[in-house]
């Protein structure tokens, strides 16, 4: 598969037909959705749950989602989601980009950018990135520029 970044994380699904909407296709919040899960399933890879996020009072919110759709999804189609973490201040944000791919014709159906924000769980308000989710999210970054 032609990744737009090199090591990417990568979960494989199918489509299913409850993700069809009265034009056919996908739904474009089921492409969010699939954003949310493979953001999710790196974080755990990477050694960060969400048992953690609530033993620390800290957790990473989106704060800015950009999604560009560049071709729609059918149910059945055997599909493919990246994600890279390509920025991470160290202090209070870190920012993912994401590639869903067709494997079958290699099309990429969409190309997207999550910037998170630290926030306390307990106020919902901005907080410093612990020590040990710099660590985590910080060692996995991938230069943008590859």
């Known amino acids: 598969m032609k990744w737009d970044l090199p090591d990417p994380f990568v979960i494989d699904f199918t489509v299913a037909e409850s993700a ?8 474009n919040a089921e492409y969010l959705r699939w954003v949310e899960q493979v953001s999710w399933a790196h974080s755990r890879f990477l050694g ?15 704060h800015r989602h950009e999604l560009d759709y560049l071709a729609p999804a059918h149910a059945g189609d055997r599909l493919a989601i990246a994600t890279w973490i390509v920025a991470c201040d160290g202090r209070m944000t870190l920012t993912r ?7 079958d014709d290699g099309m990429t159906l969409l190309r997207a950018r999550t910037r998170f924000a630290c926030i306390a769980l307990s106020s919902g308000r901005p907080r410093r990135l612990p020590a040990a989710y710099v ?10 520029k590859a």
């Open 20 to 27: 069809i909407d009265a034009y056919g296709h996908a739904n």
């Open 97 to 103: 980009r994401f590639q869903l791919l067709r494997p």
């Open 135 to 144: 660590d985590v999210y910080g060692g996995a970054l991938v230069n943008e």
């Open 48 to 62: 960060l749950d969400i048992q953690d996020y609530r033993r620390n009072d800290r957790a990473m919110a989106v």
